[in-house]
């Protein structure tokens, strides 16, 4: 006997609203349709006259005005809005800091914020909210424990690195984690007593091996995602890639051999 499985029933919410503000053009749309099936936007109805789906279930907000969620680029989750954060998260254990970040990140999400870029956790808390099941959140962008000098400003996060094959190890040690973007204290900052806010705290072998570290592992990413494309899609990124190697005079190797190019591509 053979048996098929049911085609999952979608789940489709038509948002009609006073206004809409899309990001695109510079001016408020009076009446507006929004249709989200399953958590995703399909169709966006400017100016009003968009018919509802006959499926879907309608939320009307006649005096509420639809935009893009907002992206925060600059956050700290795992501190709180005291005059010395850094004190603060010395004074909690993990679970209780935790405990703290979710409930930042639940208030971010419900101000409208959808997207945040954490710079600097403890003990790369960030990435163990953003893998743990619990309310629904914002997307986390996570740096992990910043990187800096023996000492250096925000040393107490446990990011501390020294000398040219420390940063390296540094940058390593964090895209092993699946951190999303690096974050280094070149310079000392007003939380951190001691540290100079205009001094450097590396010197240039140690920034530029950083530098070079970073874009290495950045380029590993790219391959490994480009590895995981169909090949229609990845043959698709070749124009921009050829012309990205007219502008910057090379692709990287790595680039080259998952997209399958040959020397005389």
Known sequence: ?????????????AIRAGR?????????WAEALVVVEDGRITSVDRGGGGAVPPDAELLELPGATLLPGLVDTHVHLAFDAGPDPLVALAGCDDDAALTAMEQAATAQLAAGVTTVRD????????????????????????SGPPITSP??????????????DGVRAAVRERAERGIDVVKVMASGGHLTAGTVMHGTQFDDAEMRA??????DERRAAIAEILQR????????LVPVLRAFAAAAGEVPDDVVWSLGWTTSD
């Open 119 to 142: 710079l600097g956790d403890r003990g790369y808390l960030a990435l163990r909210l953003r893998g743990s099941a619990g309310a629904a959140r914002p997307t986390i962008v996570a």
């Open 229 to 236: 494309m169909p090949a229609s899609r990845r043959q698709a």
């Open 151 to 164: 000492g250096g400003h925000c040393h107490s996060l446990g990011g501390t690195a020294t000398g040219v």
């Open 1 to 13: 006997m053979v048996t098929t499985a049911s085609p999952r029933a979608r789940r489709r919410t």
């Open 20 to 28: 809409l503000f899309d990001g695109i053009s510079s001016i408020t």
């Open 210 to 215: 950083l530098v070079d570290r970073v874009m």
